[in-house]
């Protein structure tokens, strides 16, 4: 029979699950991060566990916080089993297991709170997992959308914040009055100059109603850039199950990710940091290549498969990457337009980075899916595919494959796959993307005229004529023979 999983539950773990190698009581909280989810759990998490369990950075624990109904959610479940987390790494040479037990605690999920917890001179990093739409980034200028209702209502009631951004100011504001030195404010978010981005919505709403505190910001809070990368697939019934089955725990809300995981951190926390370099994250002085390294050849490989892979029913990653026009065509659109756009790293050959992206899009134990892939076009394309695209298209380098992925996606959201069966809804921008797809099945630049998410570069004569060309050889001869032309 599994066994639930709680603290009392640590004294007598399963055979083949490790467990914390370190007393929890002896931890002291140091981090409040915000936005505990799989990924969080799977990355963060789990360098802590590891370091704590070296004997160190005890001081560094974190407490969980959020703004939204799913973290209350993630709450009661965690409160149930003592803010435990069963990781299972799904190595296809053999799955493992840890409990981690790096989380001390999670405030209750309301703003007093979680100001009150920010604001304790003990946190001197708050870290976030808000999710790549969560920082209310303009489309158009890549800046604060200051204008964006969340932030409006944010600056006319800076006494009563309801976001996460309001909710550090309010406790930045608290830190000063009490003659607190402030917190780092470390994003871990998937998206370029994620510490750059987290910056300019603080300060960016501190400006709209206390010009002088923005100043203040800007002047005295760390905001590093980082790149963080684990595929983190979603938790349902089948991965509780896999816990109790394989493990014999009961977890309400256990992770699985791949075995692979990588954290490159900018080096600029004043208020100090664990040494985490003892468990593998690399500190660095500039983050931006490694980002865009990752974020280019994986997150944009990732787009790359998932619209060719939907459209002709693939479910599960493992699954595309065994069709040999989908990998081939993943390779091609690497190979020819995304690395070429990359600057060069010392010590990293981008030939081994790809191989091991496409090792790592092939396990199949990770039973990511290419739904989970295809989700939120809207916000994603603009950051992993359009700004190579507008790369390619400065220094005039070829183009065609990143046009197709983009006239891939197009078709994707006209919601009928080559089967002919609906796809769900699955961008909260679902229905004007739907309505704009459809129409380009005719007029191609009815879809590159969202501006919202093209800005001026539908406009792109080049981008366009590529785009309007693909599009419609996709409606006309389907995925497979369109990808096996651009192959060649």
């Known amino acids: 029979m599994a066994l639930q999983l709680n603290a009392s539950a640590l004294l007598r773990l399963p055979g083949g699950v490790a467990g914390p190698g370190y007393d929890r009581a002896r931890l002291k909280a140091g981090i409040v991060h915000v936005g505990v989810g799989n990924f969080h759990r799977a990355h963060m998490a789990v360098y802590l566990d590891r370091l704590f369990s070296l004997g160190e950075g005890h001081h560094w624990a ?34 493992s297991a840890r409990v981690t037990g790096g989380m001390i605690g999670f405030v209750p999920v309301e703003a007093e709170a979680t100001i009150a917890a920010m604001a304790d001179p003990a946190i001197r990093i708050v870290s976030l997992t808000i999710t790549e739409g969560g920082y209310y980034v303009d489309a158009q200028s890549g800046g604060f959308d200051a204008t964006h209702p969340d932030m409006v209502a944010e600056a006319a009631t800076p006494r009563a914040p309801r976001t996460v951004f309001g909710m550090i100011l309010a406790a930045l504001r608290r830190r000063r009055a009490a003659d607190v030195a402030p917190f780092t404010v470390m994003s ?17 709403l501190a400006r709209r109603s206390d010009p002088a505190f923005a100043d203040w910001i800007a002047a005295n809070v760390a905001f590093p850039n980082s790149m963080v990368d684990c595929i983190t697939p979603a938790t349902s019934d089948r991965e509780r199950a896999l816990v109790a089955e394989r493990f014999g725990l009961v977890d309400a809300a256990p992770v ?11 080096d600029h926390f004043p208020a100090g940091r664990p040494a985490l370099e003892r468990v593998g994250v690399e500190f660095v002085q500039d983050v931006a290549a490694y980002e865009l390294m990752k974020l280019r050849i994986l997150n944009g490989g990732h787009a790359a498969i998932a619209y060719p892979s939907a459209l002709v029913g693939h479910h599960f990653v493992h699954e595309a990457m065994a ?27 981008y030939d081994a980075y790809l191989a091991k992206v496409t090792e790592r899009f092939s396990n199949p134990e990770v039973g990511d899916t290419i739904r989970r892939l295809c989700l939120d076009g809207s916000n994603r394309q603009p950051k992993f595919i359009l700004p190579t695209l507008s790369q390619a298209l400065a220094a005039d380098r070829p183009l065609e494959g990143l046009a197709l992925e983009v006239a891939l996606w197009c078709r994707y959201c006209a919601g009928i796959d080559e089967a002919g069966r609906a796809i769900a809804p699955n961008d909260e921008n679902w229905a004007e993307l739907s309505l704009r797809a459809q129409a380009a099945k005719d007029d191609p630049g009815a879809f590159l005229a969202n501006r919202a998410v093209f ?12 785009f309007a060309r693909q599009l419609g050889r996709l409606w006309s001869e389907g995925v497979h023979p369109v990808l096996a032309d651009y192959i060649g």
Do not use: Y
């Not at 435990?84 to 799955?95: A, N, Q, R, S, W």
């Open 62 to 95: 974190v407490l969980g916080a959020g703004v939204r109904p799913a973290d209350a959610e993630m709450r009661a479940k965690l409160a149930e089993q003592d803010w435990l987390t069963t990781v299972v790494e799904l190595d296809p040479k053999g799955l």
């Open 188 to 204: 871990c978010d998937n998206l370029p100059e994620n510490g750059h981005v987290t910056a300019r919505a603080v300060i960016g």
């Open 256 to 266: 699985v990710c791949e075995p692979f995981r990588q954290w490159v951190l900018e």
């Open 323 to 349: 069709d040999p026009l989908i990998a081939r065509w993943l390779d091609t659109l690497e190979r020819q337009e995304i690395v070429p756009t990359l600057a060069r790293i010392p010590g990293v050959s």
């Open 455 to 466: 800005g001026a570069l539908g406009e792109e004569p080049r981008f366009a004529a590529a």
